[in-house]
Nanobody
Framework: QVQVVESGGGLVQPGGSLRLSCAAS????????MGWYRQAPGKQRELVAT???????NYRDSVKGRFTISRDNAKNTVYLQMNSLKPDDTAVYYC??????????????WGQGTQVTVSS
């Protein structure tokens, strides 16, 4: 089994910063990619950022230049540094881990979500 645990959400004023962390644990054979999605009330879940095993990154346009995703392979941990936060960034942020947990096939594992609220 694979466990995914997020931390670091909270309330921040517009223009502020937060750093989210996500750690994967368990009988992981290989991690292909890790990343973050978010879901605001009444909206669909959307991809925020991803990072592959060879450190290729991808961001949604609205966060480019403000958010930075990074990864510590030794700790199976991914981070999301969020700067210049806007009210539109308010959402529950979900971490995912694209991994193989033998003998099960490759699949995404999800965290429970962490709330990020940007408000004055």
């Amino acid at each position: 089994q694979v466990q995914v645990v997020e931390s670091g959400g909270g309330l921040v004023q517009p223009g502020g910063s937060l750093r989210l962390s996500c750690a994967a644990s368990g009988s992981i054979f290989y991690i292909y990619a890790m990343g973050w999605y978010r879901q605001a009330p009444g909206k669909q879940r959307e991809l925020v950022a991803t990072i592959t095993s060879d450190d290729n990154t991808n961001y949604r346009d609205s966060v480019k230049g403000r958010f930075t995703i990074s990864r510590d392979n030794a700790k199976n941990t991914v981070y999301l540094q969020m700067n210049s936060l806007k009210p539109d960034d308010t959402a529950v942020y979900y971490c995912y881990v694209d991994a193989m947990n033998l003998p099960q096939p490759r699949r995404n594992y999800w965290g429970q979500g962490t709330q990020v609220t940007v408000s004055s």
